[in-house]
């Protein structure tokens, strides 16, 4: 992926004053003020909007924000570009001046308090071409004043926005992007980047359409763990999410070009707990399925996964799910070898199940194996096709339990399921899903022992930064800070991760839980 870093020139401002003018909507001067004039030099980069080639420039409908004598703001608006100027005009009070502090764009300007003031780094935006309205502000010292920039951009270029899309939404992994931010009014003025996780989200709306789109989102100036984006329809149903950069210190004036990646899979892992032990649990506490099964398929819809390999389903799991969850289907057959066709709405039979979304994805093969000579524990299979790439998932659920007897089972179950997946995985792209019920990282561990094979690796392993929590296990508590990530997505050299997370975003009495699992998404590419 070519990374592209422009640094913006500085805007030189001199101040004039005339009089007898008409102001930029051709109205009379009204009695009693004078109309100001600012003139704005262009440099090469300069910027208020951008193009497809990335070149920046004024445009003739932008509007700079002035602080005045008054302790008020006044709009500037642009009425000529002429060579390497921009002329601004505004009518102030015969005795008002421009006085501490020009913002460009106006709706970034908050307010201004002695040596400080704050500026807004908006929610939303709306999408025009071209648009990149990054904050920047201007000393005002005498007749000249000079804009410097107060953060930098992020500019995301997608060759093809999902059709289904109308929000394009860019997150910062538990830092500040959005709301008002204090700016300290001095030679530096530096920019207090105040970590708020509210605040992580800045989303620019679209008209849903297919075709290619490039959003500039301003991000103030800091060091960032990861930055991520995706795209959600208008109910807010996430389609599409992947990584966009990580590690990164952005400075004044920075651009980061990133392009969407293409022929992304998405894909899950996720033990939605099974339903028949009803008698654990109470009515009203959001464990029951009855209560889960009203709030699992929207948050599976909303997580827009293209394969999941799930654990602990039951056939009335299964089916209630799919009855809610539109344009998905489901394989695999039960702990007992029972087809899921096969099994009726009540069963306690419990299937890992692989689905998959029926627009996109394709099944060419599918099967099932033993995986244990002591009990009834198998491995789904399917040979599946997406946008022309064929390629192998797995999905299991081990032997669970902490005694020496249950790691040695498990050891033997993971290795079954390598011989098998051997047979493929120099050949095709594989992805192995599971819960794989130990989290010890001891020399008796299968996550280990599945490593150490070095035919599969841990897809968190291969992700730059990942997000969510550190476990996947939380017992339906509420924040639990467990590390026990059970829960795995192994991948081959047939794929590259652009995003890793483990989704801890559900909560009790949402109006339910939707498992007592975190679900692990993962963003893949092709290698090939």
């Not at 004078?34 to 300069?46: P, Y």
């Not at 004598?69 to 505004?90: E, H, L, N, P, R």
């Not at 002695?114 to 007749?143: D, H, N």
């Not at 989704?503 to 839980?513: I, R």
């Amino acid at each position: 992926m070519k990374t592209f870093k422009v640094n913006w020139l500085l805007v030189a401002l001199a101040a004039a004053v005339s009089c007898g003018k008409e102001n930029p909507a051709g109205e009379a001067e009204p009695a009693g003020n004078r109309l100001v004039e600012l003139h704005a030099s262009l440099g090469e980069d300069t910027r208020a909007s951008v193009n497809s080639t990335g070149t920046v420039s004024w445009e003739a409908s932008d509007e700079i924000s002035v602080w005045t004598s008054a302790d008020t703001k006044k709009t500037f608006s642009m009425v000529s570009i002429s060579g390497g100027y921009a002329s601004f005009q505004a009518y102030l009070n015969i005795d008002e001046t421009p006085q501490t502090l020009a913002v460009y764009p106006v709706r970034s300007f908050g307010t201004v308090s002695g040596s400080t003031a704050t500026i807004v780094y908006p929610y939303t935006y709306t999408y025009r071409e071209g648009a990149m309205e990054a904050p920047m502000a201007a000393l005002i010292e005498g007749e000249t004043i000079a804009f410097r920039h107060l953060g930098g951009v992020v500019r995301v270029q997608c060759d093809e926005v999902p059709e289904s899309a109308s929000k394009f939404n860019l997150v910062a992994n538990g830092q500040q992007i959005v709301g008002s931010f204090t700016v300290s009014v001095g030679a530096g003025m530096s920019v207090e980047t105040i970590d708020n996780a509210s605040y992580t989200k800045a989303i620019v709306n679209f008209t849903a359409n297919t075709g290619a789109k490039t959003f500039n989102v301003p991000i103030p100036a800091g060091y960032y763990r990861s930055i991520y984006a995706y795209f959600s329809d208008s109910s807010d149903n996430k389609i599409k999410e992947w990584q966009v950069m990580s590690d990164v210190t952005v400075a004044r004036g920075d651009m980061f070009v990133r392009p969407m990646p293409e022929d992304m899979l998405r894909v899950m892992s996720f033990n939605i707990r099974f339903a028949h032990d009803e008698e654990e649990y109470s009515a009203g506490d959001g464990r029951l399925w009855s209560e889960r099964k009203l709030v699992v398929p929207g948050a599976l819809g909303r997580r827009y996964f293209d394969v999941m390999g799930s654990q602990e389903n039951t056939t009335q799991q299964i089916d209630d799910i799919l009855t809610s969850l539109s344009g998905y289907a489901a394989m695999g057959k039960s702990n007992h070898d029972k087809a899921i066709s096969e099994l009726g709405y009540t069963s306690a039979y419990e299937t890992s199940a692989i689905y998959y979304r029926t627009s996109a994805v394709t099944v060419l093969e599918s099967g099932s194996f033993d995986i244990s000579q002591t009990n009834t524990r198998r491995c789904n299979w399917a040979k599946l096709n997406y946008a022309g790439h064929a390629f192998y998932v797995f999905n299991a659920h081990l032997q669970v339990g902490e005694s020496t007897l249950n790691a040695t089972e498990r050891k033997a179950q993971a290795a079954s399921i390598l011989t098998e997946i051997k047979k493929y995985s120099s050949s095709y792209p594989v992805i192995w899903t599971g819960d794989f019920n130990c989290w010890d990282a001891s020399a008796d561990d299968v996550i280990k022992y599945v490593i150490d094979d070095g035919t599969m690796r841990d897809a968190r392993s291969d992700a730059l930064n990942p997000h969510g929590s550190s476990g996947s296990l939380h017992y339906f508590q509420a924040n639990n800070p467990t590390t026990h990530r059970v829960d795995y997505v192994f991948i081959n050299n047939g794929f590259g991760v652009q995003s890793f997370w483990i989704d801890n975003s559900q909560q009790k009495n949402a109006p339910a839980w939707e498992s007592d699992h975190n679900p692990v998404i993962v963003d893949l590419s092709w290698s090939d």
